[in-house]
C-alpha cells in the first residue's frame, strides 16, 4: 500500500499535470507506450518517481527537485519541458503553504504574453493565473481594450508560480528560484510582445530597480523580445482613475501597433 504522504505528493503532481494537459489545449491524456500497462492511464515518463526503479534520467528524485532547469536544445524547448522540469517544486519556501503551482494559461504559440506578479488565493485554489478581480481586470482590457480573445490570442503567467503569503510581493530568493522558469517559458512561446505587469514583474524582466509610474508605456527587449511595461491590474483597483484607465489603454494600443505590424 502507498504511503499516505507518498500518496499525497503523487496526488498533487497529478493534479499539476492534469491542469497543465487542460492549458496547453489537449483534450486527452497521451499515453506512452513505456507506461502502456497501466490500466487506467499513463504519464511521461520521469513525471512520477518510480522508487522501485533502478536511478536513471527520466527518473525525478530528490536531487532533482532543487537542481536548476535541464538545459533543452532551443528547437526541442516547450512549454511540456519546462513544466516537467519545475516538477514538483520546493526550491523555496512558498512551497511550504502552497495549494497548487500555477504555471501558465492561454494559447503556448501566442504573440502576446502578460506576466503578473504571482498566484493570490483564487489562483491557488484553482491553479490557473488572474482569476481573481485583477483577472478579471486583466480579461477586461485583453478583450473589450483590445478586442482580443484572452485564451486564443494571448498566454498568462507569473513571475513565481506558488502563492506568497498573505498576496505580499515575491522576496529575492524566491523570485531568483522561479526566474529560470520563467525565462524558459517565454523562451518556449516566442511572442512578439510581452507586457509587464506592475513593478515586481518589470524589475524581474530587466534585472533592475523599475520605477513603474516613470516607466510604464516604454518599450524595452527582454531576450530578444519586445517588452512593454504597464500597471498591474491590481493597482488599477485601488487606484481607478480616468488617468492611470487611460494610460494602460495607451500602452495596450502600443501592444496593438507592434502586433499588428
Known amino acids: ?25 489537449h483534450t486527452h491524456i497521451p499515453l506512452n507506450h513505456e507506461l502502456s500497462e497501466l490500466p487506467v492511464m499513463a504519464v511521461p515518463t520521469g513525471y512520477f518517481q518510480d522508487r522501485s ?9 530528490q536531487d532533482s527537485l532543487f537542481s536548476e532547469p535541464q538545459d533543452h536544445p532551443e528547437e526541442l524547448l516547450s512549454l511540456a519541458a519546462v513544466r516537467e522540469d519545475l516538477g514538483d517544486c520546493q526550491r523555496c519556501k512558498l512551497c511550504e503553504n502552497r495549494q497548487t ?67 505580499r510581493d515575491p522576496e529575492r530568493d524566491e523570485v531568483a528560484a522561479c526566474k529560470p522558469f520563467l525565462i524558459k517559458q517565454l523562451k518556449a512561446i516566442r511572442p512578439k510582445v510581452i507586457v509587464a505587469l506592475g513593478k515586481p514583474a518589470a524589475s524581474t524582466l530587466l534585472g533592475r530597480n523599475v520605477a513603474i509610474t516613470k516607466e510604464r508605456g516604454t518599450w524595452h527587449e527582454f531576450e530578444g523580445m519586445k517588452l512593454m511595461l504597464t500597471y498591474h491590474p491590481a493597482y488599477l483597483l485601488r487606484a481607478y482613475t480616468r488617468e492611470n484607465r487611460q494610460a494602460v489603454y495607451e500602452d495596450m494600443q502600443k501592444v496593438l501597433e507592434v502586433l499588428n505590424a
Do not use: W
Open 101 to 167: 503551482i500555477v504555471f501558465g494559461s492561454g494559447n503556448p504559440h501566442a504573440d502576446l504574453v502578460f506576466v503578473g506578479e504571482g498566484p493570490g488565493a483564487d489562483e491557488d485554489a484553482q491553479g490557473l493565473p488572474f482569476v481573481g478581480r485583477a483577472g478579471k481586470k486583466l480579461t477586461e482590457i485583453i478583450e473589450k481594450g483590445m478586442l482580443l480573445d484572452r485564451e486564443k490570442d494571448t498566454y498568462i503567467c507569473n513571475i513565481v508560480k506558488c502563492r506568497p503569503p498573505g498576496n
Open 53 to 61: 526503479a533502478e536511478p536513471s534520467e527520466s527518473r525525478m528524485t
Open 1 to 25: 500500500m502507498v504511503p499516505t504522504t507518498e500518496r499525497a505528493l503523487l496526488l498533487r503532481q497529478l493534479k499539476n499535470y492534469l491542469l497543465f494537459l487542460k492549458e496547453s489545449g
